[in-house]
């Protein structure tokens, strides 16, 4: 009888060839592929939602700056500063152009660095914060970026066009 196992291939062989002919991936290999994308887009949007909202959490803190500073102006002088062409004032240069204290003599500095807009001079009122007078002394506001905030303050119709989202922070004096 002859042997017909000698042109059978093994079972070794017989797998590695109809793998080797096999194109694609397993359906393990694109789910994780699918998990790692999702949790990557995850990741970016929370990211990205978070930035403007950080950008007005400096705005505040930068009026709230601003605020401490013309308090205790108004405690030395009795008066709030003046209105320069709506930016906070700038009257103590001494080498910088940004100090704020109690002219003409500058003996106390109220602001060494009158805080600017994060977004930079590209953004609302070439970076710089609304001031101006009011009934009470005083008001200065911010565009902010988050128009859900609940400390905005909306205008239906923008006087300030310069504010494309429409939303302000105002701090006015107590």
Avoid at 15 to 25: I, P
Avoid at 92 to 108: K, R
Wanted: glycine share 6%; charged share 20%.
């Amino acid at each position: 009888m002859k042997n017909n196992f000698s042109t059978l291939p093994l079972r070794s062989e017989a797998s590695n060839s109809r793998l080797s002919t096999q194109k694609g991936f397993t359906l393990i290999e694109i789910l994780i592929v699918f998990a790692l994308i999702s949790i990557l887009s995850i990741i970016m949007f929370v990211n990205f939602s978070v930035i403007p909202k950080a950008r007005d959490a400096k705005r505040k803190a930068d009026l709230r700056e601003i605020t401490n500073a013309f308090e205790q102006y108004r405690k030395d002088k009795g008066q709030y500063p003046s209105v320069s062409g709506g930016n906070v004032p700038v009257n103590c240069p001494m080498g910088t152009p940004t100090y704020f204290g109690n002219a003409p003599d500058c003996d106390t500095i109220y602001l060494k660095k009158i805080p600017k807009d994060p977004n930079g001079s590209t953004w609302w009122r070439s970076g710089n914060y609304l001031y101006g007078p009011s009934s009470n002394g005083y008001m200065i506001f911010a565009c902010i970026e988050n128009t859900n905030d609940p400390e905005k303050w909306y205008w239906g119709v923008n006087p300030f066009t310069f504010c494309s989202t429409h939303a302000l922070y105002l701090f006015e004096n107590p």
